[in-house]
């Protein structure tokens, strides 16, 4: 079937890039050995010793290609660097300016660029300087969300401004099911990009606490609250935990910086405390008041009730599309 793969992945499903750390080489090689694109996700500092080994490591464990995720907004040059001589095979981009110098270096060392985008303009350049496939991200999803408007609105708007050009659109933002999947091909998506979906999974490296949360909760909330003092002006969708819906209402002029120290953990590779109100969601290591953590999920968190290994979501949600494709949408005899 033509609707399956991109960007010459066997299937149009990609595994967002999670941060800090979430996307780990563990969930990476799932995702990729079921033939799906999975994205890892670099320090938001520069140490491209680090990106090599996290590339190799996730090499180890799987021979199919896969990709990794750069925040535009931090320190960067040096990791993008590293990840152009490993030749990964995709670069995934946000929270900036993809420029046309970038895109040509990335292609030079035979790796595909694909910036993730919140709005018409910001699509309108990533098109322009040559992209090989661009993430529409609509305000439903989940963690740190640069956009206003809703999938449903936009991404049809990028399908027609890109028509002719040899570029993939994949959609991103509350989709969790086969349902969703067939909902972003009928507005012209080739793929989709999940992410909670993907954070809700046996490899990946989130916090126990954290992944019951996602089936215990159904409700989210867009806010700023977390991580003002390191990452300025870049609200997020969280789930509405009690700490959240006791602290929303936090002064602007607050931030984490003067909070107290509610807990440990080590973020690729390096020992940090986190203080409340920090944008650090709990990974596997982290020690404290987890419960008071940064908690970032997409809208559709009602939808995911159970945690599932990496490799059976991609198979429900092929396997389902399929289904769906071929018995509500297959033409009548």
Known sequence: MGWRGILGFEYGIVQAPLGPDISSPQLVAAVANAGALAFLRVPDWEDPNYVRELIRKTRT??????????????????????????????????????????????HKAGVKVVPQIGS?????????????????????????????????????????LVRGRDIAVIAAGGIVDERGYVAALALGAQGVSLGTRFLATEESYAHPTYKRKLIEFDQTEYTDVFGRAR??????????????MEWKALPSHENESNQPVIGRTIIHG?????????????????????????MYAGESIGLIKEILPAGEVIKRIVEGAQRLIDQQFAPLN
């Open 61 to 106: 464990l799987t021979n199919k290609p896969f990709g990794i995720g750069v925040i535009l907004a931090f320190p960067h040059k040096e990791n993008v660097k590293a990840i152009l001589d490993e030749k990964v095979a995709v670069l995934q981009l946000y929270w900036g300016e993809c420029s046309k110098e970038l895109v040509l270096e990335a």
């Open 120 to 160: 018409y303009e910001e699509a309108k350049k990533a098109a322009d300087a040559g992209v090989d496939a661009i993430i529409v991200q609509g305000r439903e999803a989940g963690g740190h969300v640069i956009g206003q408007d809703g999938l449903i609105t936009l991404l049809p708007r990028v399908v027609d």
């Open 231 to 244: 990452w300025p002006g870049a609200p997020q969708r969280v789930l509405a935990t009690p700490f959240f």
């Open 270 to 294: 390096r020992e940090r405390e986190v203080r409340r109100f920090a944008g650090t969601v709990p990974n596997a290591t982290t020690t404290g008041d987890i419960e008071s953590m940064a």
